[in-house]
């Protein structure tokens, strides 16, 4: 009980539970792609709609050609996800911009 009476220990204490809070909900967001932007032809799409269409059977889905993703670092957003609905505008984006 000595050592919670030590100023320095408890503010280290809390800065070090913090800081794991932080990390613990910022892997569990990123785990879940709330911290993705999903892009389908440039235009934003949310997650939920991103993701029925990913897993939809293929008779009941829009098609969809992703490409690699970009870091973006913004207001929400840490990386974003650029899909497209034709193959050949998913290439023509790819070499655009990773020259591949």
Known sequence: MALLKSKKLRVG??????????????GFAWSRDYLIHFLY??????????????YAPA????????AQGDWALG??????VHCFS???????????HFGS
């Open 13 to 26: 204490l809390g800065i070090f539970a913090e800081l794991l809070l932080i990390i613990v909900v910022t």
């Open 41 to 54: 032809d440039e235009q934003t799409i949310s997650r939920d709609d991103f993701l029925r269409n990913a």
């Open 59 to 66: 008779d009941q889905q829009m098609y969809m050609a992703c």
């Open 75 to 80: 207001w929400l957003y840490l990386y974003e």
């Open 86 to 96: 034709s193959e050949p505008e998913m290439r023509a984006y790819m070499k655009a």
